[in-house]
């Protein structure tokens, strides 16, 4: 049996709408997904990248492979945002091969105008 778990419905919790055609999210940001600093907390600003990439790798699906898994993963955090304030991501491809994909998000605060995050993973394809 699979495991319960949905993306989607985690990304629902958190407020995130995401595009998975356009590899595109947006958020405005709750009081409840503030840290202790004030600022938005720095997990959801990864999920976020995380999820736009994980859409992304499903987006450029290998003829038969069967799943895939991060091996690597890195956020650089470059600034952040507050209560009411809207944060987007969009995620690209840098790499997209049959054995291993690379992709690039960005997040932003748009209300503001400034960059948040540059985040990078790498995921390994799986074939039976």
Not at 12 to 34: N, S
Request: with cysteine.
């Amino acid at each position: 049996m699979p495991p319960p778990y949905d993306v989607h419905n985690f990304l629902r919790l958190l407020g995130i709408d995401v595009d998975e055609k356009a590899l595109t999210a947006r958020l405005t940001v709750r009081h409840d997904l503030i840290a202790g600093t004030g600022y938005l907390w720095a997990p959801v600003v990864v999920a976020i990248a995380d999820a736009l990439c994980a859409f992304g790798v499903a987006a450029h699906w290998p003829e038969g492979a069967t799943s895939f898994t991060t091996v690597e993963s890195k956020a650089n955090f470059l600034g952040s945002a507050t209560e009411g304030e809207v944060v987007v991501g969009a995620a690209t491809p840098l790499h997209a091969g049959r054995t291993t994909q690379v992709w690039d998000a960005t997040v932003s605060n748009e209300t503001k105008g400034r960059p948040m995050a540059a985040y990078r993973c790498t995921q390994l394809i799986l074939y039976r």
